[in-house]
């Protein structure tokens, strides 16, 4: 098996497996598998999605402990809260309940997908105060087009003109303008017609990533499915790009409950398995994964994971983990750095 990931000025590295290990043009392609943990909150957090800014500060949701967004500038040890009202779980337009994911857009500005209250909240240039609701109605879940059930993971195209929201309850995925407010109507651009394994179909859509300078496509977990879709805009149906629909399993071409995934610029797929406990990578065109993160059992050493959830990467291909039942952001080296993938998730 081979495998192309980006690399400095334009190279390309293929990666090998040979014994469990990356290896390549430029040295040894891998991530250290044992973490380090980079954000762990005073009382337990569950975190959830995390996202690298172009600074390089780290944000990480904490799901359904303290309710808020934590933010780590870069080289920095001590967190803050960049959203939310700490341990104040609510519906006023600081509060946070069971927010699943993060975004900072170039100009400051950071929104939050807000599960349990079912819209999109935007934090404008990072204040916790100039809040408003830009997709959904707030604590009112349903499928009118105004609406969601319990919207999880979202990505944003290249100007940030548009977001692209799983709506996990109602088995698809919407569009809307940033620039929008609550109670505008949105545009479904794939699933919306009911929870099926099929390819005209989504199974509770979680991670969602879309890379348009690569690909005119979305890329999605169907978390209630174990499977992966490839969707181009604008298609009546997507492909299966890992994963058996409707079949859980723990070998290397099967997924139980996938939630996070990142594309790079060679459209390898780094996908988080949350209910095997570990990261997969799919090498572009193939659906044998290989494990470069997590042991498979769940555990609480530096070298396993336990529900994980979000993935990003920093601007060395660093790669960092919302471990939601250890309650930490795990951070994995990338060894002999030498290759970049999208951090952001344009």
Same mark, same amino acid.
Request: glycine residues 10%; contains cysteine.
């Given at each position: 098996?081979?495998?192309?990931?980006d690399?400095?000025?334009?190279?390309?590295?293929? %990666?090998?497996?040979?014994?469990?290990?990356?290896?390549?043009?430029?040295?040894?392609?891998?991530?250290?598998?044992?973490?380090?943990?980079? %954000?762990? !909150?005073?009382?337990?957090?569950?975190?959830?999605?995390?996202f690298?800014?172009?600074?390089?500060?780290?944000?990480?949701?904490?799901?359904?402990?303290? #309710?808020?967004?934590?933010?780590?500038?870069?080289?920095?040890?001590?967190?803050t &809260?960049?959203?939310g009202?700490?341990? @104040?779980?609510?519906? =006023?337009?600081s509060?946070?309940?069971?927010?699943?994911?993060?975004?900072?857009?170039?100009?400051g500005?950071?929104?939050?997908?807000?599960?349990?209250?079912?819209?999109?909240?935007?934090?404008?240039?990072?204040?916790?105060?100039?809040?408003?609701?830009?997709?959904?109605?707030?604590? @009112?879940?349903?499928?009118?087009?105004?609406?969601f059930n319990?919207?999880?993971? #979202?990505? #944003?195209?290249?100007?940030?003109?548009?977001?692209?929201?799983?709506?996990?309850?109602?088995?698809?995925?919407m569009?809307?303008?940033?620039?929008?407010?609550?109670?505008?109507?949105?545009?479904? %651009?794939?699933?919306?017609?009911?929870?099926?394994?099929?390819?005209?179909?989504?199974?509770?859509?979680?991670? &969602?990533h879309?890379?348009?300078?690569?690909? /005119?496509?979305?890329? %999605?977990?169907n978390?209630?499915?174990? !499977?992966? &879709?490839?969707?181009?805009?604008?298609?009546? @149906?997507?492909?299966?790009?890992?994963?058996?629909?409707?079949?859980?399993?723990?070998?290397?071409?099967?997924?139980n409950?996938?939630m996070? &995934?990142?594309?790079?610029?060679?459209?390898?797929? #780094?996908?988080?398995?949350?209910?095997?406990?570990?990261?997969?990578?799919?090498?572009?065109n193939?659906q044998?994964?290989?494990?470069?993160?997590?042991?498979?059992?769940?555990?609480?050493?530096?070298?396993?994971?336990?529900?994980?959830?979000?993935?990003?990467?920093? !601007?060395?291909? /660093?790669?960092?983990?919302?471990?939601?039942?250890?309650?930490?952001?795990?951070?994995?080296?990338?060894? =002999?750095?030498?290759a970049?993938?999208?951090t952001r @998730?344009e």
């Amino acid at each position: 098996m081979s495998c192309h990931i980006d690399a400095p000025k334009n190279q390309v590295c293929k %990666i090998v497996i040979e014994n469990k290990h990356l290896l390549g043009a430029f040295g040894d392609l891998r991530w250290n598998t044992t973490g380090i943990t980079v %954000i762990n !909150s005073p009382s337990n957090m569950g975190a959830s999605g995390v996202f690298v800014g172009f600074d390089g500060t780290l944000y990480s949701v904490d799901e359904n402990s303290n #309710f808020v967004v934590w933010k780590l500038l870069k080289n920095a040890i001590n967190i803050t &809260i960049a959203a939310g009202l700490y341990q @104040s779980q609510g519906s =006023n337009s600081s509060q946070l309940n069971y927010p699943n994911d993060v975004y900072v857009d170039r100009y400051g500005n950071l929104y939050v997908t807000d599960a349990y209250n079912h819209r999109i909240q935007k934090f404008s240039n990072g204040s916790t105060i100039n809040v408003q609701t830009v997709a959904g109605v707030t604590g @009112s879940p349903s499928s009118a087009l105004n609406e969601f059930n319990t919207p999880r993971y #979202f990505t #944003f195209d290249a100007t940030e003109t548009y977001m692209y929201i799983s709506d996990y309850n109602c088995h698809r995925v919407m569009r809307y303008a940033t620039n929008s407010t609550g109670g505008t109507n949105g545009v479904i %651009i794939t699933g919306g017609t009911g929870q099926y394994n099929q390819n005209t179909s989504l199974n509770g859509p979680w991670g &969602i990533h879309y890379l348009p300078s690569i690909s /005119n496509d979305l890329f %999605i977990t169907n978390n209630g499915g174990h !499977s992966v &879709i490839r969707w181009t805009l604008g298609a009546t @149906s997507g492909i299966f790009v890992a994963g058996t629909p409707g079949v859980a399993g723990s070998n290397s071409t099967l997924l139980n409950q996938p939630m996070g &995934i990142k594309i790079d610029s060679y459209l390898n797929m #780094f996908v988080v398995d949350s209910g095997n406990h570990r990261v997969q990578m799919f090498c572009a065109n193939n659906q044998t994964g290989i494990t470069i993160v997590g042991t498979g059992v769940a555990g609480s050493s530096a070298m396993q994971l336990n529900g994980p959830r979000g993935i990003a990467f920093d !601007s060395a291909m /660093n790669m960092y983990i919302g471990d939601f039942n250890n309650h930490r952001v795990q951070k994995f080296v990338k060894l =002999n750095t030498v290759a970049t993938v999208a951090t952001r @998730s344009e």
